[in-house]
């Protein structure tokens, strides 16, 4: 039983990222992996400070990362995908325009 669930699993995993790979698969793989890197940018940034912070990098990381992602969605229509990453694009734009509004004052978000 257990070889049978190996062998299924293994025919999935062929089936999506071997035989039906094309470029959109390509470009939502990537879009994924920019996405994914605002962690690594905000864990790196909270090392060096020593304490939590939230550089500016991670929410272009945010906005790159989910408007790729909102492209990948609309292309291959997927509902939860457009309606996740077209409401949290919002919200990365809208705290990149508050660190740039905010830039001469006092801010919690490094400028690195």
């Not at 550089?55 to 291959?76: E, Q, R």
Request: proline letters at 2%; glycine letters at 8%.
């Amino acid at each position: 039983m257990i070889i049978q669930y190996g062998q299924a699993l293994s025919n999935y995993l062929y089936d999506v990222f071997v035989a039906k790979f094309d470029f959109w698969l390509a470009f939502g793989l990537v879009a994924q992996l920019f996405f994914t890197a605002r962690f690594l940018v905000q864990w790196i940034a909270s090392e060096r400070a020593g304490n939590s912070v939230v550089p500016i990098a991670f929410w272009f990381c945010s906005m790159g990362g989910g408007l790729m992602t909102l492209v990948y969605g609309v292309v291959k229509r997927e509902p939860v995908i457009i309606l996740g990453q077209a409401l949290a694009t919002i919200i990365y734009v809208r705290n990149i325009m508050l660190i740039i509004k905010n830039r001469g004052r006092s801010s919690k978000t490094l400028g690195r």
